[in-house]
């Protein structure tokens, strides 16, 4: 990667400096907690059932956008329900008013055409990649994360016995193994099983008919309550109590400084819409949710990082459901004190119909686990070793990126 002057000619395959998007839905009800005993809180949120990054981070200036995206792409700024500008080029979907302020204060970066090393579209073998930090979904029982668990730096006396909570009915593969974790269930329950509805949409992800109506069923709680704009009370109330409850604990005195959190609800087969619909009610409950984060971590802020991923894009076309199919690249926000913000990050490969993953979606130029590479040892002070021997052992042509966390 490298990095170019916002007075260059837009051109194809380059870093793009401007602002940053995030997203963790209108579902964030499972949380982890781990142990480290330093200054430093590291929170990763993992988006279950696939963002559109094409319509969080919306690349509004690129000629083809438009066309490809029809219904459900966002205008430019400075237009009706258009984006939030980040660089002249992309944006952020205008439900997404706190990371945009957060762009702007410096503290947070977006990846954009960045994907796991997986290419096919089964959710949950892509989430199975996206967690257990391999290269294929079978192979490794254990997470990623719980790895980096064993390798963390002694930085405190007296460290808890549980090196891990879990605000979770069951552990998510990225923190199960050898490092203990301790689970907590949050008491607001979901009027429907979005992970069930998930799992059913995978099965049938080759059936249109089945893969709209599944969608349209997982959607329905995240449609504005009657009379409002406002996603229904128990999606917000799954949000904040989540985010609060996140920030309560990693805030307190010896408080842990790892959570993982996950929100289902992301597979937009059908009615995605646009700046208004199910989707801009999701991203809206997701920025709630991390303000109410930001607000109740307080100072411990300063030494934050918030990484939100999806285990997968989706495509570049709006399909015959008004909606968008299981694609490859997407979208990843990091924002925090910690980051060195107010810039996308992209190898940018533009939406032409020949620039296109086999011809219908975002092309992947980056791996995920760059990413995770530079918060795990800028961060979180891993050896360098120990994350490509251990944590990502099938990595080693894949560099951490650069300047991401602030020196």
């Known amino acids: 990667m490298k990095s170019v002057s916002r007075n260059n000619r837009f051109t194809r395959r380059r870093f793009l400096f401007g602002a940053g998007a995030l997203a963790v839905g209108a579902a964030l009800p499972d949380a982890l907690f781990a142990k480290t005993g330093g200054e430093a809180r590291f929170v990763a949120i993992i988006l279950r059932g696939a963002l559109d990054g094409l319509a969080a981070v919306p690349p509004y200036a690129d000629p083809h956008y438009a066309g490809l995206h029809r219904d459900l792409a966002i205008a430019a700024p400075g237009t009706q329900a258009g984006a939030l500008d980040l660089d002249g080029h992309f944006g952020l979907h205008p439900s997404l008013s706190f990371l945009h302020e957060r762009y702007r204060s410096g503290e947070l970066a977006v990846m954009q055409a960045v994907a796991s090393p997986y290419r096919d579209r089964s959710h949950f073998d892509g989430q199975a990649v996206l967690e257990n930090g391999l290269t294929r979904a079978v192979g490794s029982a254990d997470g990623w994360l719980n790895r980096a668990l064993a390798v963390m730096p002694a930085r405190a006396t007296g460290a808890a016995a549980e090196h891990a909570l879990a605000l979770s009915q069951n552990v998510p593969l990225i923190l199960r193994g050898n490092q203990r974790v301790q689970s907590k269930s949050p008491q607001v329950t979901p009027a429907v099983d979005e992970d069930l509805l998930t799992r059913l949409a995978d099965l049938y992800s080759k059936d249109d008919w089945f893969s709209a109506r599944l969608s349209e069923a997982a959607n329905m709680q995240a449609m504005p309550a009657p009379g409002t704009d406002n996603p229904r009370p128990q999606i917000n109330a799954r949000i904040q109590q989540s985010a ?38 999701r991203l809206a409950g997701l920025d709630h949710a991390l303000r109410a984060f930001n607000d109740g971590l307080g100072p411990l802020w300063r030494h934050a990082v918030v990484m939100v991923v999806t ?66 040892t800028d961060h979180l002070r891993i050896d360098r070793s120990s994350v490509e021997r251990l944590i990502f052992p099938e990595s080693a042509d894949i560099k951490p990126v650069s300047g991401l966390i602030k020196g």
């Open 311 to 376: 285990e997968f894009g989706r495509t570049a076309a709006m399909n015959g459901t008004r909606g968008t199919d299981h694609g490859t690249a997407g979208c990843c926000f990091v924002m925090g004190g910690a980051i060195a913000g107010g810039r996308v990050m992209t190898d940018w490969p533009g939406l032409a119909p020949a620039d296109l993953y086999q011809g219908r979606d975002l092309q992947p130029t980056q791996d995920l686990r760059g990413v995770f590479k530079a918060v795990l």
């Open 244 to 281: 609060q409850m996140a920030a309560a604990i990693m805030a307190a005195d010896g408080g842990p400084e790892i959570a993982v959190l996950e929100a289902s609800g992301w597979d937009t087969h059908a009615n995605q819409g646009a700046a208004q619909g199910t989707l801009a009610n």
